[in-house]
């Protein structure tokens, strides 16, 4: 029997419009990342002495300190109803490759997640004291460092979706994972700020994130198989 | 020529022996209808025969093809429907099925409109799946299987929550699919009212 079949692409496209959907009907559980990532940096200035040379000092581990624990909110949700629903199920036996399907569900969780953080990133920023100078560089360093979040994260919510209660697990097994883009992020972000040259932790910081991009498919696929059986 | 065969399948849960030698043979136009008490392992064995629950020994061909060697192949021929219907419950269940053949083949706005006609669900079509009864989600997820095709079907209790007239829908949507070739595996505890010539029958101890 021959029949038409869709093409990857298409199928991929159709998965992100349905989870993008998804979320747009739940607007409040998909803006709450966002809100506290802003919550958390603006705490800081609240905290500190309002000098101006300290909250410089601090706006590096601030800003990544929270992209990291916003993006580890919406983790938990990322596979874990697909898996109940039977959704996953779906897409494990469409025919398409898995890997492919599930990066595209990841994409969502950084377009949800990650885009929005490089999108407020220099109002974070400058409340924290960083220069206008400071922003280029701060864009790049946290436009790489929320993908390789939402590729490392992916991972960790792939092994944990079959779990009752998983998010404290999730946070243990990607955190230590995700410290070099911690280390690498916050490092570009300091120097950016300095106003110093801030290629040697961008670069690392982007090759940590194509590492990423190339491991975390095959890994995830595996994670989230196991968790079907 | 379609044709389901399961040769030797042993599988372990943990301390378990669930899936002990188990063989059969399913030809096009054959329904395999597989009983057994609850916890004798019928949904591990049609997950199983899906391929996403690895065998601990045994071969499961598909036209003569162990379905191990090329899963993608065997992935867009089969449509599986388990305890979950695999629908979403905060999408309306046009966007459900929409999205649903989207994975699979290119479908137009009538035939998804004609497929929950079939099934008794068109009045619901605009409403969300969470506001609609079990009843009515198992009849969506019935409209998917009809609308998504597919030569093997693998159905795991599809008769739950479903009344009277829906045991017959299904019956006939089962009849269509085995005369236009099809292979069928059902797991049901209501037996199924199939001339003898389509029924094959499997019980697990």
Partial sequence: MSEQRVGFAAAAAALIARD????????????????????????????????????????????????????????DLLFREDAQDGTLEQLALCGLPFQG???????????????????IAPLAATALGAPYEAMPGILAA?????????????????LTMSLKRNGSLLALLVLPLAAPVLIFGARATALAIAGEPLAAPLYLLAAFTVLSATLAPWALAAAVRIGLE | MNELTADNLQLWRGEQHVLRGIGAVVA?????QVTGANGAGKTTLLRALCGLVPLEAGRICWRGRDIAVDAAAFHSELNYLGHDNGLKADLTATENLRYAA???????????????????????????????????????????????????WVLDEPGS????????????????????GGVAVVATHRQLALPAAQLRSLTLQ
């Fill in chain 2, 161 to 180: 929550n479903l009344d009277a007239g829906g045991h017959t829908l299904l019956l006939e949507l089962i009849g269509t699919h085995l005369q236009s």
């Fill in chain 2, 102 to 152: 989207a994975l699979r083949r290119p479908v137009r706005a009538q035939d998804i409109a004609a497929a929950m006609a079939r099934t008794g669900v068109a009045e619901a079509a605009g409403q969300l799946l969470r506001h609609l009864s079990a009843g009515q989600r198992r009849r969506v997820a019935l409209a998917r299987l009809t609308l998504t095709g597919g030569s093997l």
């Fill in chain 1, 142 to 158: 946290v436009l790489l460092g929320t993908l390789a979040l939402s590729l490392i994260g992916a991972v960790g919510a792939g």
């Fill in chain 1, 101 to 119: 399907l599930l990066l595209a569900k990841t994409a969502v969780h950084w377009l949800l997640t990650g885009l929005p953080l490089v999108l």
């Fill in chain 1, 20 to 75: 993008l959907r998804l979320a747009l009907r739940r607007s409040g559980d998909t803006l709450q990342p966002l809100g506290f990532f802003l919550v958390v940096t603006a705490l800081f200035p609240l905290a500190l002495d309002p000098q101006l040379s300290l909250l410089r000092d601090i706006a590096p581990a601030a800003l990544w300190v929270g992209a990291l624990l916003s993006s580890l909110l919406a983790l």
């Fill in chain 2, 28 to 32: 096009g136009g054959q329904c395999l």
